[in-house]
């Protein structure tokens, strides 16, 4: 998913500590294609990389029409005959009628499912498009199983991330068995230890998953709209299936950092050479 506006990052790059270019560079393009590193690659080529080693081919790049930065770059890789095992589809997240801002993942990824009809009929996996989720975690995702579904369950305690924000992250509540009871969106730090899990960790939700659409694709395209946020939100589609639908979201346990680029300063923080 590399459809969002990138605004939180946008609203940090004034009072960041970056270089007039760099904050030129982050002005104008999506975070997922900003420049990084001494090799200067965006954040997007290590993604692809990392989910190409672990055995995927078929890419479908969940953009905002104005997405011809992505078409250059994709262009680009395959003149210098990069990823050219990898087959690049793009699917355009339109807005609905008056509105400015896109209407959520749930909406991005239904209108993904109607762009390729093909993926009501199959898995696939989901991600997003700013964060660095690794080869093993993508194998993971890809590993037989008897559930329909899988998603990652980060252990909070291997994210090096600050305090205040490790606890905006949504927590998990899992059942003994590994299946996933519900998603807790910021619970409150006194509520927090009660959603531990067998190894004593709380797990928490980096938005990386494996779906089967034909199950899925209703629970999108009913998901209501965040009350505060607007927004139609993947989460919230997963969690109404999974209350009609338990005991079939198995968790897959990681206990690993996640690099990702939600404000200015990670830009610089970014290690990918």
Request: proline share 7%; aromatic share 8%.
């Amino acid at each position: 998913m590399a459809g969002g506006a990138s605004s939180r990052m946008k609203r940090s790059l004034q009072d960041s500590t970056l270089t007039d270019t760099l904050k030129k560079q982050a002005q104008s393009v999506h975070k997922s294609l900003i420049p990084l590193g001494s090799k200067q690659r965006p954040l997007l080529y290590y993604l692809l990389k990392n989910a190409l080693e672990a055995g995927y081919h078929n890419i479908y790049l969940i953009t905002s029409p104005e997405n011809s930065a992505f078409i250059h770059q994709i262009d680009t890789w395959k003149q210098q005959q990069i990823f050219v095992d990898a087959t690049f589809r793009f699917a355009v997240q339109t807005l609905p009628p008056n509105r400015e801002k896109p209407l959520g993942t749930a909406d991005a990824v239904a209108q993904a499912l109607e762009h390729y009809p093909e993926l009501q009929n199959t898995q696939f996996t989901v991600c997003n498009g700013d964060n660095l989720y690794s080869t093993e975690v993508f194998k993971r995702l890809k590993e037989p199983r008897e559930a329909p579904h899988a998603l990652i369950s980060y252990a909070r305690s291997g994210l090096n991330f600050s305090d205040e924000r490790i606890a905006k992250f949504a927590v998990m509540d899992i059942n003994p068995a590994g299946f996933l009871k519900n998603i807790i969106e910021k619970p409150e730090p006194s509520e927090v230890d009660q959603y531990r899990d067998a190894t004593d960790e709380i797990r928490v939700s980096m938005n990386i998953f494996s779906f089967e659409g034909a199950l899925l694709y209703p629970f999108l395209k009913n998901c209501p709209i965040h009350p505060e946020r607007n927004e139609k939100e993947l989460p919230e589609a997963l969690r109404l299936m999974n209350t009609a639908h338990p005991k079939t979201t198995v968790c897959l346990p990681v206990k690993e950092h996640l690099p990702d680029l939600t404000s200015a300063e990670d830009i610089s923080k970014f290690d990918v050479d």
